[in-house]
């Protein structure tokens, strides 16, 4: 990240270079290299790190890193790009330049090995695939130099925290022990449930938001925030959550994303990540705990994070109060469970949703959004 | 422990030593010693552990270890005891012969030093400080063989598990991440939230019940075994808890016998330790969060095993669940608690006790139990 004042000069001079254009989840990286939550990488992989991080699920020089960070073209652009030449970072939606990239190195993709490696399946239905296949077909790799966030310190205001700033906020509360609750969704009291356990072994939590590309239907960020601030203000105690987001694009890679999402949590200062249910998964691609159980394979020292792994969250009327499958004997008769697409058709047709789903706090702040969309 | 076809034998030739008798306590001790709950520790402890012990926490040769494991005798008997000499440890309440010291070493006991230190208080209402108050004047030391474990393994058939058997135990069930929960108390609501939230972070939990001499208006053993068996088979997954008991005897020594309760959970192979409020302490003389501070204060590599440090638990009506001071923002006004002696006074007058607070599963056990004292 080029500091501020030394901006307006360089991106001058990047008007001038060759123009890559950046998809969504593209931009997202950028973003992501250049606060730092990608650290140990500079920038988009080269061929050597792209295959260690695909088969081994290691940089070429050593350092675990579980997904590419990767950076597509089309054929032509490429060969019309000279190795050791700084081109300019599009988005790729409104055309501003991002960053500069000093290419070191242009390789063709092997889309399948990629995709069968990192997501478990090729099929174009799981939307992560899809990003992949849609591609250019060659990566361009180099040491990135960014030039601007986009949008997201200006939209996120208050929201949107670096490495450096999650991490300098830790210190300042006395956290030496902070669990990651990565979402992007809004909290329910089985989310509740997990943050509580977490807050028990640790100092505090950190709700830490997706602010990339989301799914249609999602819940609009600053929603979701003040869904969370309703929850967080009525039934934490002051001074045990931090709300941050970051910008990243969900990739849906399941078990692979949920060491991505370990391991620049690392870098956020973060000692925990709670990993719940199908974390990072999608449909049917992934079982719904195969994200715990990768953590058990990997190489000890591959992370200094630790996984709090937790199950399938609800309300169970013969526990009397919130469990996990690893805590309630009771049967799902007994477990209070509303799918996300039941749940918005309750909002649509105005029905109470029980408080033992939802904080009434909550539900009272989603039901203001769903009725501000008719 | 000698193995039990040359126990007789041996108990024959015992008959002829000088007999020195042992306190409740010590016999207690003797037995952990015996099953390797102790271990490093092969007898009791000289002087330079004994002070090691009080003064740093250290045995003279390095190990951790918080709490002093020694034999007292009176000046009289001490006197006649010669260094090298064999002499047989008798059960102090009954007589019989339990073990074989061979008495290495005798010293005077600074009592003072060792009460300050380890009990932080010279006071003999503590009942901890009490029994070295009342202990004979000279300490001695030495490798102990045991003859017997007393009444304990006829008495608590099924529960009385030494150190080899819950570690294969837990290899059997393919635990390695196994939470000790000390108690000498049935388990109510509160006691159950805590368990859950051990198993959240690990394989299973050891309910590690107190089976040495309590405190006057106690449960006895068997009716907590059972309280907490209804507990168990009604709220718990199965396969996720194992209940065993082993013969200390309390102190009351609060942060010291905390770490006391670590060290030796490591040797029936736990990996975490729950440490409550106040954890083994007794009146006013700990504060009550002193028994988790004092884990921050080791020398790194002091303990392997982690000490699940959870706050004052209870059921909250605003957070509608369970709940501790580190989730709940809300007041006392809002909090279920029912004290020891009010709850004894609810059975007596056969009060209904609210399921918030125990489960009725739980309650008929113990309504039954204090029907039967009338």
């Not at 300019?88 to 069968?116: M, Q, W």
């Not at 239905?125 to 200006?154: C, D, T, W, Y």
């Not at 929201?159 to 991490?167: D, F, G």
Request: proline residues 7%; glycine residues 10%; contains cysteine.
């Amino acid at each position: 990240m080029l500091p501020e004042t030394e901006r307006p000069e360089e991106l001058k001079r990047a008007e001038h270079l060759k123009k890559v254009p950046l998809s969504t989840r593209e931009v997202s990286d950028l973003f992501m290299l250049a606060m730092g939550a990608y650290t140990p990488l500079e920038g988009f992989m080269g061929e050597e790190d792209w295959r260690g991080c695909c088969v081994d699920m290691a940089l070429s020089n050593g350092p675990f890193w579980p997904i590419p960070i990767t950076l597509s073209c089309e054929t032509d652009l490429a060969g019309s790009i000279q190795i050791g030449e700084e081109v300019a970072l599009l988005d790729g939606e409104n055309g501003d330049i991002l960053g500069v990239l000093t290419v070191n190195e242009k390789y063709p993709i092997d889309k399948e090995l990629e995709c069968s490696r990192v997501y478990r399946t090729t099929e174009t239905a799981h939307p992560g695939v899809q990003k992949v296949m849609e591609q250019g077909p060659i990566n361009l790799a180099g040491r990135v130099m960014a030039l601007s966030e986009g949008h997201f310190p200006e939209t996120y205001k208050g929201l949107y925290h670096r490495p450096a700033e999650t991490r300098a906020l830790f210190q300042e509360k006395g956290w030496s022990r902070v669990a990651a609750f990565q979402t992007r969704n809004p909290m329910h009291r089985s989310h509740e449930h997990l943050a509580k356990i977490a807050i028990e072994i640790c100092d505090g939590v950190l709700i830490h938001q997706v602010l990339g590309a989301l799914k249609p239907g999602d819940i609009p960020a600053e929603v979701r925030v003040k869904a969370i601030d309703a929850l967080v203000n009525h039934y934490f105690v002051p001074g045990t959550i931090i709300q941050a987001g970051y910008p990243i694009e969900m990739r849906y890679g399941g078990p692979r994303e949920a060491l991505l999402h370990a391991v620049f949590r690392q870098n956020f200062g973060c000692s925990h990540l709670v990993v719940g249910r199908d974390h990072a998964g999608i449909g049917d691609y992934y079982g719904p705990f195969d994200a715990h159980h990768i953590f058990d394979t990997l190489e000890p020292g591959s992370l200094r994070i630790q996984p709090l792994k937790v199950g399938v969250t609800f309300y169970c009327s013969k526990c009397d109060g919130m469990a996990t499958d690893k805590t309630c004997p009771h049967g799902e008769g007994d477990r209070l469970t509303i799918s996300g697409t039941r749940l918005r058709e309750m909002f649509a047709q105005h029905e109470t949703v029980p408080p033992e789903f939802s904080r009434p706090e909550v539900l009272e702040v989603l039901q203001a959004y769903y009725d501000s969309l008719h």
